[in-house]
């Protein structure tokens, strides 16, 4: 079994055209979709800015048959502004509530957080007279208590964290209890097209990140040993060890989310792996070999993730204005986050686990498989972390498209560059671009 094409008598000219061509087809595939459906594209995590507290009289009002709310005694309420335009509202009342018609069983909210086009709002706000709000302790509580709301949902805060913004024409909302917190699921109500084709556009992307690692490494060629190596099949004691490894990286990552012990404490499950893999290794039952490490191939594709990195960072920041860097700090960051939980993470992923896989099936079976353990270990931590963003749309684009890819990305680069270091070091990149890239 050969996993791998030599390419012996490529003509380079030839398919750094079919991947240019390629390339451009998609390229213009993606900002179409872009350009036809507005706000496929996730931008960086923003805040609302708020001005004032106000309060209003008697007030009912009924949004696309969906969404129905009457406040009999009036209430309070906090407009909120991005780049001086109004967006969203805080309502603060005991309403009275219909969801389609039916109403909300009791007890009823005390408050809503809803995301609204200015120009709609202004319709069902009618004549309601607005007047601001002049006791400064009670707009003191409420602003503590917004400054406690989600507000729109984060997606992908592992890596990049991203935030779509509702289309003018959808409505986006959650209820608020008498205590001030949220209360999730929020509910959007946004045509599926522009859902669709964020989906495209951000699979589009991925592969087109593919592709250009593609360009960047066209004289590739496997060595000797990889070939060896993947023409011989693990023991069935290295590929059961796969699965306990996919679980202890999953229990590590699960660590600090559900004790509360710092993020590093991740590592754990990496380290217990490390410890059960060395223990079989000194008797005899895997073997070194098994991890895949190529000691030969250390000085090789640093500029390949480099240029994946940037892919990532234009297509999840655009072109920067600037970098963020403050030296000694900045640089510890980011050492960290390659040396410490990028290597820790590519060792088990890809040097152990897509290694083993892709010997006993092949090489791009093994990696597809990888991705997709990868994928369903971060739907479970998405799951057991955060359980209100299954039901929120665009949580599909982080979990069909976004974690899986990037496992994708970075597997192809260990199959690229036979270099563990290489995919740490794009690892550790897309941990630290969203400190390194200002908002």
């Known amino acids: 079994m050969v996993p ?11 398919s750094l055209i079919i991947y240019l061509a390629v390339i451009a087809v998609m390229a213009i595939a993606a900002f ?62 005991e309403g009275k509530y219909k969801i389609t018609g039916q109403p909300l069983p009791d007890p009823s909210p005390a408050g809503i957080f809803l995301v609204i086009d200015n120009k709609l709002f202004e319709e069902i706000r009618g004549s309601v007279i607005f007047l601001p709000l002049e006791d400064p302790a009670t707009a003191q509580d409420l602003m503590e208590i917004y400054e406690r709301l989600p507000g729109l949902p984060v997606i992908w805060q592992s890596m990049i964290p991203l935030m779509f913004a509702p289309a003018s024409d959808s409505i986006y909302y959650y209820f608020i209890s008498e205590d001030g917190e949220a209360l999730l699921p929020p509910v959007l109500l946004e045509p599926p097209s522009k859902i669709y084709s964020s989906l495209a556009l951000y699979a589009l992307l991925t592969i087109m990140v593919i592709l250009m690692m593609n360009i960047f490494s066209l004289d590739h060629h496997h060595s000797r040993y990889w070939e060896t190596l993947y023409q011989t099949r693990p023991g069935n004691i290295a590929l059961g060890l796969a699965g306990a490894a996919a679980l202890l990286a999953f229990g590590g990552e699960m660590l600090p989310l559900i004790s509360g012990l710092p993020a590093y404490s991740l590592l754990l499950g990496y380290l217990l792996f490390i410890a059960l893999f060395l223990i079989l290794v000194y008797y005899k039952k895997i073997r070194l070999w098994d991890t895949g490490l190529n000691w030969n191939a250390l000085l090789h594709g640093y500029f390949m993730a480099i240029a994946a990195a940037v892919m990532f960072m234009i297509i999840t920041r655009g072109m920067p204005q600037q970098f963020f860097f403050d030296g000694l700090g900045s640089a510890a960051g980011l050492a960290f986050s390659i040396f410490i939980i990028g290597l820790a993470r590519e060792l088990i992923w890809r040097g152990y686990i897509q290694t083993v896989l892709g010997r006993q099936w092949g090489a791009v079976p093994g990696l597809l498989i990888t991705a997709l353990l990868a994928g369903l270990a971060h739907y479970a931590t998405v799951a057991l972390s955060a359980p209100e963003l299954l039901s929120y749309p665009y949580t599909l684009v982080e979990l069909l498209i976004l974690a899986p890819g990037s496992a994708i990305v970075l597997g192809y680069l260990y199959l690229r560059t036979e270099n563990i270091l290489s995919c740490a070091l794009l690892h550790g990149l897309l941990l630290s671009l969203s400190s390194l890239i200002p908002i």
């Open 4 to 14: 791998f094409n030599k390419g012996s008598g490529h003509n380079y000219l030839v």
């Open 32 to 93: 179409s979709l872009a350009y036809y459906f507005p706000g496929t594209f996730a931008g960086p995590p923003y805040s609302y800015e708020t001005k004032e507290l106000y309060i209003f009289e008697p007030w009912t009002f009924k949004l696309d048959d969906h969404l129905e709310a009457a406040y009999p005694e009036g209430g309070l309420i906090l407009p909120l502004y991005r780049n001086e335009k109004q967006e969203a509202v805080v309502i603060f009342s």
